[in-house]
């Protein structure tokens, strides 16, 4: 009895849940949802070909040093980078001295403790330390952006999708909210403070156009000319390396390996050809099939008179 009341439960659980799906289907396609600005109007990045891109990409130490130049001028007065340390710069192209110097006269002084009061003080960074953030706390970061927390750039060509081709986008994407999205969507008029961006998850940010005019970072002689574009181009490959530094060491690692495994299944494949492909397998018989099996049977129905 018990089972029979325990069936019709879950009978009726399986048709109340197969009547919410039929509905929910005749509601979606009855009533489709409405459109959303987002939707229609966000953009996918745009296409962006750097050095390191592919198996056997490899990091452009000069373009990283732009795009270092790039930060430290135009993007480090807001975003932090507290998983990369000054000595890390070595890895592009800068010589001892040269971090020593970038470390010294970072703009940022390091967070420290006055040794003789115990009260709280900064100090000039060294090659050790990481990158200082420019806000105190997260707190204070708000207070100075309307309320919008500027993300620390360490992972962000890891941590969004597009990595390298999503920072470049939103960088050079800015421009005037486009009268058909108005047109469509009165309520989506970008509020004040915000600024029009299609490349943003919801077309609206706080964050200025941090690169407006050609020039505004100076590059040594012998370089590309910096260019909006250029210079977005030259900070997205630079934070690629701070989101994986150890890239070109796992591209060397991953061809090492597929050449181990291509060399391992050729002498492979030698060594079947020459032992094992001449060997018979040999097959046991067992079963109906068994001679033995077979006889008996037929000694067995011949006493009981059955024919076959």
């Known amino acids: 009895m018990l089972r029979f009341i325990l069936g019709l439960v879950g009978l009726g659980f399986a048709g109340v849940l197969l009547i919410s799906f039929f509905v929910g289907m005749s509601n979606y396609v009855t009533s489709p949802p409405e459109p959303t600005a987002e939707e229609e109007f966000h953009l996918h990045p745009k296409h962006l070909r750097l050095a390191s891109d592919g198996p056997l990409g490899k990091f452009d130490n000069k373009q990283l ?3 270092f130049q790039v930060y430290k001028e135009v993007c480090s007065a807001c975003h932090s980078m507290s998983l990369v340390a000054f000595r890390d710069l070595a890895q592009i192209g800068y010589n001892e001295a040269e971090v020593k110097a970038i470390a010294n006269q970072w703009q940022i002084e390091v ?16 090659p050790s330390d990481r990158f200082p953030s420019p806000y105190a706390n997260e707190t204070a970061a708000r207070a100075a952006n309307n309320n919008a927390l500027p ?16 920072v470049y986008s939103l960088l050079t994407g800015y421009r005037p909210q486009p009268a058909e999205l108005l047109k469509k969507f009165p309520a989506a008029k970008t509020p004040q403070g915000l600024h029009y961006n299609p490349y943003f998850a919801n077309l609206n940010l ?9 020039g505004q970072v100076t590059y040594a002689a012998g370089n590309p000319a910096p260019t909006v574009d250029q210079m977005a181009k030259d900070v997205a490959a630079f934070l690629v390396w701070t989101a994986e530094p150890k890239l070109q060491r796992r591209h060397a690692s991953g061809i090492a390996v597929v050449i181990f495994l291509l060399f391992a299944s050729i002498l492979a494949y030698f060594a079947y050809r020459n032992i094992w492909a001449t060997q018979k397998r040999k097959v046991r018989v067992t079963g109906a099939l068994d001679p033995k099996n077979q006889a008996k049977s037929a000694r067995a129905k011949a006493k009981q008179g059955v024919a076959g």
Do not use: C, H, V
Request: charged letters at 20%; glycine letters at 10%.
């Open 65 to 67: 040093q732009r795009g």
């Open 111 to 126: 967070p420290s403790t006055n040794p003789e009061t115990g009260e709280p003080a900064t100090r000039k960074a060294l």
């Open 206 to 214: 706080a964050m200025p156009p941090p690169l407006t005019t050609n």
């Open 151 to 166: 993300p620390d750039l360490s992972l962000i060509a890891k941590a969004r999708e597009g990595g390298a081709a999503y």
